[in-house]
């Protein structure tokens, strides 16, 4: 089984790729984002250790964790935003492993993985190969704007945040290009899977 790391900074159109993965390639995908959410909630493996480090006052009043109030406490403090991460981060990469194995025995070809700390968090220990989805920042702006209805300057703010392009780029094998029209990016996913 072939298992391909995706990355690239908001607004690149991850989501794009992964889709094309999905249905044209018959890609086994797993989000990291959502996957973490998942291991949030009540009963799952992240959610008793998330309460006792944060405090019941995150929770919602059906005792799931209000994530625009846990956002609030960890985007304005570095600390508490690593405290969160090594809660989330182990048990997100181990859920991974799991399915990975799982996915091997049910002899899955590709199995995909999207996360936008690819890099930082090791998956290169876990992947195969790691592929960067490029945009330039003028196009990621105007899709945030569009899609996400952010304002101009919280678009750049939160690219700007991110790593920079070159970050990416040293850090992965492949790079899709991911500014063009949809036949353009599936011709490109097929280049680098097959050649």
């Given amino acids: 089984m072939r298992v391909i790391g995706i990355t690239g900074g908001i607004g690149s159109g991850k989501s794009v790729v992964l889709n094309i993965l999905k249905e044209e390639h018959e890609a086994y995908i797993v989000e990291a984002d959502r996957l973490a959410h998942k291991l949030m909630e009540p009963d799952e493996m992240v959610y008793n250790k998330i309460l006792e480090t944060f405090g019941s006052g995150i929770l919602q009043e059906d005792r799931t964790i209000d994530r625009i109030k846990l956002g609030n406490i960890v985007f304005h403090d570095e600390a508490q935003r690593k405290k969160l991460n090594n809660l989330t981060h182990p048990a997100v990469k181990e859920s ?46 105007k899709r945030l704007m569009e899609y996400r209805n952010y304002t101009k300057k919280r678009a750049e703010e939160v ?31 097929a280049d680098k899977l097959y050649k």
């Fill in 159 to 189: 690219i700007n945040a991110q790593e920079p392009d070159e970050y990416f780029k040293n850090g992965c094998d492949k790079v899709i290009n991911n500014q063009k029209d949809i036949a353009h990016v599936k011709k490109e996913i």
């Fill in 96 to 141: 991974i492993l799991s399915q990975i194995e799982l996915q091997k025995q049910r002899n899955t070809k590709l199995f995909v993985i999207e996360a936008a700390l690819l890099i930082q968090d090791g998956y290169r220990n876990i992947c195969d190969e790691l592929w960067y989805i490029y945009c330039d920042k003028a196009l990621r702006v």
